[in-house]
């Protein structure tokens, strides 16, 4: 590592044992960047009978509940939208577009570039962040995310994939419905077309130990991989998940265990990778379990506190 600052970190990690998002914007922009959810209206091949009709076993619409919700508003309203909510932070002047409910590259390719462009049109608009799945990334896709890269030269264009995990069991259980080589052929398909991706991680899946979470993460460093979200399994309303929850059959972390599997995590991960998210969000009005990460904050103080105690830091294990 270069550049240490005082706290043996790089200098550029503004004092976090991590390389976080934030300390990422605020060394290429010089400025805070708030990610805008938005809702394109779209659905996924594991609901609309393509794959399945029930979803991923822990999702409840798509990880977009924090979307501006849409059946009437246009991209362009949804970001004014959008905007509003942040009159009263103290941030910069420009924010990600982040495409957030179901799976955003799964419609015809006219209609993608114009909820797309409209979001880059947009002067507040750093860029966009599009979450989708590797398995909805056919080549026209790919072809118009390159023409756009080209076309707004000046903005951020990312791609983000739920991976959750590299075990074909855990997958299967967990019915994401695309093997692994589909998701490192998609990764390895984006690289090519310098399109910087975000990989979803769940920690706390049923039945996968503390090791594999590991080979997860690790898996990551043999990747060209820009960022990564750590996410804690939520246990939500309405999900098949809280079905088995219900019945005893699935567990959640308590805090301790997750910090502690935070940590490990960060360790082996490699420390270009930047830190997207390290804990998650779940909707308080939908959440069952574990209700001590509704205190997102004291959570991040305390993964803090446990690497500094514990001298460690992001990549110190990674191969």
Not at 10 to 31: G, I, M, N, Q, T
Not at 174 to 202: D, M, Q, W
């Amino acid at each position: 590592m270069q550049n240490r600052s005082g706290s043996g970190y790089p200098s550029f990690w503004l004092d976090k044992p991590y390389y976080s998002f934030h300390a990422y914007c605020r060394h290429v922009f010089d400025e805070k960047l708030y990610k805008i959810a938005l809702d394109g209206g779209m659905t996924c091949p594991n609901r609309d009978g393509r794959l399945g009709k029930r979803g991923c076993i822990f999702c409840n619409g798509g990880s977009g509940a924090f979307a501006v919700k849409t059946e009437t508003l246009s991209v362009s309203d949804q970001i004014r939208q959008g905007l509003s909510l942040f009159g009263c932070k103290r941030t910069g002047s420009r924010f990600i577009a982040y495409f957030q409910a179901y799976t955003n590259t799964y419609a015809p390719v006219p209609h993608l570039r114009a909820l797309y462009t409209q979001a880059l049109d947009a002067p507040e608009i750093a860029g966009i962040s599009i979450a989708t799945r590797p398995d909805c990334l056919p080549e026209d896709v790919l072809d118009l995310l390159t023409s756009l890269k080209q076309a707004y030269p000046e903005k951020l264009i990312w791609i983000e994939l739920g991976l959750q995990t590299i075990h074909s069991r855990t997958a299967a259980y967990i019915r994401r419905g695309y093997p692994l080589s589909c998701f490192t052929k998609a990764v390895n398909e984006l690289s090519l077309r310098r399109i910087p991706v975000i990989v979803h991680i769940i920690l706390g899946l049923p039945g996968e130990t503390k090791e594999q979470m590991y080979e997860t993460v690790s898996f990551l460093n043999t990747l060209s991989v820009f960022g990564v979200k750590l996410q804690l399994l939520h246990i939500l309303q309405d999900t098949d998940l809280a079905d088995e929850y219900l019945r005893g059959n699935c567990k959640v972390l308590e805090q301790d265990e997750y910090i502690m599997l935070v940590t490990g995590a960060l360790e082996r991960l490699s420390p270009q990778i930047v830190i997207h998210r390290l804990t998650g969000d779940g909707p308080r009005n939908l959440l069952l379990a574990p209700e001590w990460s509704l205190h997102k904050r004291s959570v991040l103080n305390a993964i803090h506190q446990d690497m500094r105690i514990r001298n460690t830091w992001q990549g110190r294990l990674a191969r």
